[in-house]
Each structure stands twice: as structure tokens, then as C-alpha cells.
């Protein structure tokens, strides 16, 4: 929304006893400088002249001029401002339906995280080809290069979202996450009956005390050397280059 918006309003029709019409132009209010405003004071017609006089172009005695002036303009400039009491929360739901269920607003995000030199709201204005063009380099960009998961939410994806969070408390919540991904776990296999190794003598082991350990244990202990050193050696010739 441009910070360039000017709006009107008009006090008074010139037909009243008094045959008074006044019409005062205004900007939009920002959200500091109304912070700054209530930190200035706490009196509710001070907070009205102070809205007025920092918003409305034309010069006029908030003070002294016409009853229930400065009340009324300050109270427009705030709702226009989206300032006024619970207007937040509602325009927030509101920004957020309208981009959830037009995939155009979200293709505009997927642009500006792309190239963040570019503008939200010039995006918006730019011909449908222009757009699609950003929008196919944009989602290269972030799926390909950077590694980022693009994809649209729905208006449904948001409403089951903000079921769970209202049933669930905080604590229902941590213990619904996924747990971390720490891989396969190993499954544990129980030996029995495991040969006991020869004692050692302090030198190496004895083909003779292998083969009586290995038929221990079950396994097979006719080996063909040539067949093993066959292998051995053209694995490791061929390996990775085969």
C-alpha cells in the first residue's frame, strides 16, 4: 500500500444552523509515529489533536474550532491507518486469506526472495508475461541452487493449521513434532554359545587356531586362496572405474 494515499473527509453539509462544511485531506498514520503519540500523553483529546495535526494537510484549530472535530477526524485517520482497536487482528486475517487462495500473491514472495532488490508492490503491476518469466527463474533459483522446498499454501493448509495450534497446548505440541532423524536404528542380535578366542601367546594368530575358531562358529572354512586372491586383486584394479 503506497505511503502516498491521501484521503478525505467532510464535517458538516453547509445546510446546519451554523452553514458550516469543512473538508480536511489526510495521510495514513504510521504505526511508530502513533506509538510515539501515546507515549506523549495519556489524555484521549490530546491523542485526537495530535493524530490530526500530524496527519491532516490544512492548517485548523483543533482545539478551538468546531466541537467534536478533532475526535472524529483522528478516529477516520486511525481506521483508514488500520490502527484503530482490534482492526490489526482482522486485517491480518484478511491479508492472509486473500493471499492464500490468489497463488499470484505467493508467487510474488517466491520473486522478492529470488531477487530482493526487487519491489512487492511493483511486482504486482507487472504484465502476466513478465510475471511467469521472474516467477519460472525465481523458483530455479531457490529449488535448484539453494535448495529451498517452493511450494504454494492453501487457505485450507492454513485453516488446519490454526485448528491444531487452538486445541493443542504448548505441551501437546512439542510432543507432536517429529521426532529428529537419527537414521535406521541397528538391531540387536543375540549371540550364544560364542567360541571363546585362543589365548594369546603374544604372536599372531595360527591358521590352525582360525579354522577352529571359524568351525566354532558355524562358518564355512573351505576357502580357494587362488579364488580369494583372484578377487581381491581385480577389485581393487577395477573399483570405482569399471
Same mark, same amino acid.
Given at each position: 500500500?503506497?505511503?502516498?494515499?491521501?484521503?478525505?473527509?467532510?464535517?458538516?453539509?453547509?445546510?446546519?444552523?451554523?452553514?458550516? /462544511? #469543512? !473538508?480536511?485531506? $489526510?495521510?495514513?498514520?504510521?504505526?511508530?509515529?502513533? *506509538? +510515539?503519540? %501515546?507515549?506523549?500523553?495519556?489524555?484521549?483529546?490530546?491523542?485526537? /489533536? #495530535? !493524530?490530526?495535526? $500530524?496527519?491532516?494537510?490544512?492548517?485548523?484549530?483543533? *482545539? +478551538?474550532? %468546531?466541537?467534536?472535530?478533532?475526535?472524529?477526524?483522528?478516529?477516520?485517520? #486511525?481506521?483508514?491507518?488500520?490502527?484503530?482497536?482490534?482492526?490489526?487482528?482482522?486485517?491480518?486475517? %484478511?491479508?492472509?486469506?486473500?493471499?492464500?487462495?490468489?497463488?499470484?500473491?505467493?508467487?510474488?514472495?517466491?520473486?522478492?526472495?529470488?531477487?530482493?532488490?526487487?519491489?512487492?508492490?511493483?511486482?504486482?503491476?507487472?504484465?502476466?508475461?513478465?510475471?511467469?518469466?521472474?516467477?519460472?527463474?525465481?523458483?530455479?533459483?531457490?529449488?535448484?541452487?539453494?535448495?529451498?522446498?517452493?511450494?504454494?499454501?492453501?487457505?485450507?493448509?492454513?485453516?488446519?493449521?490454526?485448528?491444531?495450534?487452538?486445541?493443542?497446548?504448548?505441551?501437546?505440541?512439542?510432543?507432536?513434532?517429529?521426532?529428529?532423524?537419527?537414521?535406521?536404528?541397528?538391531?540387536?542380535?543375540?549371540?550364544?554359545?560364542?567360541?571363546?578366542?585362543?589365548?594369546?601367546?603374544?604372536?599372531?594368530?595360527?591358521?590352525?587356531?582360525?579354522?577352529?575358531?571359524?568351525?566354532?562358529?558355524?562358518?564355512?572354512?573351505?576357502?580357494?586362496?587362488?579364488?580369494?586372491?583372484?578377487?581381491?586383486?581385480?577389485?581393487?584394479?577395477?573399483?570405482?572405474?569399471?
Amino acid at each position: 500500500m503506497s505511503e502516498d494515499l491521501r484521503f478525505q473527509i467532510v464535517l458538516g453539509d453547509g445546510n446546519g444552523p451554523d452553514g458550516l /462544511e #469543512l !473538508v480536511f485531506t $489526510y495521510r495514513l498514520l504510521g504505526r511508530e509515529e502513533y *506509538r +510515539g503519540i %501515546l507515549e506523549t500523553t495519556e489524555d484521549v483529546a490530546e491523542i485526537d /489533536e #495530535l !493524530v490530526c495535526m $500530524y496527519c491532516v494537510e490544512e492548517e485548523y484549530d483543533w *482545539r +478551538g474550532g %468546531l466541537a467534536g472535530a478533532a475526535t472524529t477526524v483522528a478516529e477516520s485517520i #486511525l481506521a483508514s491507518s488500520g490502527l484503530a482497536e482490534g482492526q490489526a487482528d482482522f486485517l491480518l486475517g %484478511l491479508f492472509r486469506s486473500e493471499l492464500y487462495r490468489n497463488i499470484d500473491y505467493q508467487r510474488d514472495c517466491i520473486i522478492v526472495e529470488a531477487f530482493p532488490n526487487l519491489d512487492i508492490e511493483e511486482i504486482q503491476n507487472w504484465p502476466v508475461v513478465k510475471h511467469l518469466y521472474y516467477f519460472s527463474r525465481a523458483e530455479y533459483i531457490l529449488s535448484a541452487i539453494r535448495g529451498k522446498n517452493v511450494r504454494y499454501i492453501s487457505e485450507d493448509d492454513l485453516l488446519a493449521s490454526e485448528r491444531v495450534q487452538k486445541v493443542q497446548s504448548p505441551s501437546q505440541r512439542a510432543a507432536a513434532a517429529p521426532p529428529p532423524d537419527w537414521g535406521e536404528p541397528v538391531e540387536r542380535v543375540e549371540v550364544t554359545n560364542q567360541p571363546k578366542p585362543p589365548a594369546s601367546n603374544g604372536g599372531a594368530m595360527t591358521e590352525e587356531q582360525l579354522l577352529a575358531m571359524l568351525g566354532a562358529s558355524n562358518v564355512s572354512t573351505e576357502l580357494d586362496h587362488e579364488s580369494m586372491n583372484y578377487h581381491i586383486h581385480k577389485d581393487s584394479v577395477t573399483g570405482d572405474y569399471d
